[in-house]
């Protein structure tokens, strides 16, 4: 199984509960941890990295800090699963009720790099006078409200609209531009993002409906 928290059952002849890895600790304590170490278990399947963030944030567990350690140094494995795989994980991913967290675990390993690297991209430095918002912190936000006004207009989670919501901005990098004013701009990125978005989905294998 992927996680301790998965590995338990009951043997119905005998009437046992069988745990012999802790699951039903890590399950008590929000912990998810693989039975096997981290690399081994990672190394088997490397989408199982990206199941770490979708039950992250499906569950609101925390991934142990040796899984942590594990994904952020075997981070280029992902490369090795399909497109479809990935794509079916980060869909599952941003149809939980809050994806940010395990976003963020994405991102703070460097597995986003390999599928999604607009995401980590969108971390600009900000300049010394503040002069423009983080937008990676803005997109999640985004991403959070999008969620919000799903709920309150009674709507099932829509991917079409996450998606939306997370990537509206990911042309900002390559438009970012220092006027003489001293002011930023950021000229024409929704078009160089709408381009990049098509592009990247493709990448991904969604279907043509949901790219249009």
């Known amino acids: 199984r992927d996680f301790t928290v998965n590995a338990m059952a009951v043997d119905i002849v005998a009437g046992e509960f069988v745990d012999p890895w802790g699951g039903l600790r890590d399950l008590a304590d929000g912990v998810l941890r693989t039975p096997a170490p981290a690399e081994v278990s990672f190394g088997d399947d490397p989408l199982r990295m990206m199941r770490a963030a979708r039950f992250a944030s499906r569950l609101g567990f925390r991934v142990a800090p040796e899984a942590q350690d ?34 963020d675990l994405l991102v703070r390993t460097g597995l986003a790099e390999h599928f999604l690297p607009e995401l980590p991209a969108l971390r600009l430095e900000r300049d010394e006078h503040m002069r423009h918002k983080d937008v990676y912190a803005h997109s999640l936000t985004v991403l959070e409200q999008a969620i919000d006004l799903e709920k309150a207009r009674g709507h099932q989670p829509d991917i079409v609209n996450r998606l939306a ?35 990247r989905m493709r990448a991904l294998r969604f279907d043509n409906d949901t790219i249009k």
Request: charged share 30%; hydrophobic share 40%.
């Open 165 to 199: 919501a997370l990537l509206h901005d990911i042309g900002k990098p390559k438009t970012r531009r220092f006027e003489k004013d001293g002011s930023v701009s950021f000229l024409q990125h929704d078009v160089v993002g709408a381009r990049m978005v098509k592009k």
């Open 70 to 103: 594990a994904m952020k140094e075997m981070a280029e494995r992902i490369t090795i699963v399909s497109a479809e795989r990935v794509q079916a994980e980060l869909t599952g991913l941003l149809l939980t009720d809050s994806p940010r967290e395990g976003l």
